[in-house]
């Protein structure tokens, strides 16, 4: 971007969904753009467990009819759009706009298919802000792996790093090559890892107690950090 651009500052509030279904978060965060720039700063953060009917339903969402599923879409983005009001309406802010990710029911990059429900309308509907949605089609479509803010915020956000990480219920990561950003899924991570504490009870490993008590596979950590990418696989990415 060139120093004749106009300067930026704005107010978003950031909702995501975990693919791992460990509940909602919701992020208040300043965006600036000043001579070439972009920084940010974190301004308030919440994050709640799902209501069991919530959650269930969820889960469940890729076994619906084509009703079912439809009246899923706009009952969540109705719950959204409540949920985010009662953070405005407790924090007294008042954001630019709403940015939501949806909750991710299919994702088959390979075909060109995704899909995220959580209605924007809805949202904006409930919370009368300007609410952008469904990021990950264009990309997807565009033969990517659908995770277009995770390599575009890395690159402008963190440029002191060569490679970003991303861990959540699935890892990513981004880094420049040839002048591109590159980024893709690498493996399941919370997605895993709540599976196995639901098997004991818990929703998920609470400060990483559970992991701490074990002991390192140091054979299986040692061919895991020997594994090499290729540059031609990267660029199939």
Not at 5 to 11: E, G, T
Not at 56 to 83: E, P, T, V
Not at 174 to 194: G, M, Q
Request: charged share 20%; proline share 3%; aromatic share 10%.
């Amino acid at each position: 971007m060139s120093n004749d651009h106009p300067n930026i500052d704005i107010k978003v509030i950031g909702v995501m969904s975990g693919t791992s279904l460990d509940g909602l978060d919701l992020c208040y965060a300043r965006f600036t753009f000043n001579n070439s720039v972009w920084d940010y700063q974190i301004l308030l953060t919440e994050d709640e467990a799902y209501p069991k009917e919530v959650k269930n339903k969820l889960a469940s969402a890729q076994l619906m009819d084509a009703l079912s599923y439809a009246r899923l879409h706009s009952d969540y983005g109705i719950f959204l759009g409540q949920r985010i009001k009662a953070f405005v309406d407790k924090h007294s802010i008042k954001p630019d706009l709403i940015s939501s990710h949806g909750h991710t029911i299919f994702h088959q990059p390979s075909i060109r298919f995704t899909a995220q429900i959580g209605a924007g309308a809805c949202i904006a509907a409930e919370t009368n802000i300007n609410t952008i949605c469904d990021f990950r089609a264009g990309d997807v479509a565009l033969n990517g792996q659908g995770a277009p803010l995770v390599p575009i915020g890395d690159r402008y956000l963190f440029t002191d790093y060569d490679y970003c990480l991303n861990l959540g219920g699935f890892s990513n990561i981004s880094f420049e090559t040839e002048n591109k950003r590159i980024a893709f899924d690498i493996c399941p991570v919370n997605y895993v890892l709540n599976h196995y504490m639901n098997s004991v009870g818990e929703d998920y490993d609470k400060d990483g107690g559970t992991a701490r008590s074990g002991n390192v596979d140091e054979k299986l950590l040692n061919e895991l950090n020997s594994l090499s990418i290729t540059r031609s696989q990267v660029q199939n990415h």
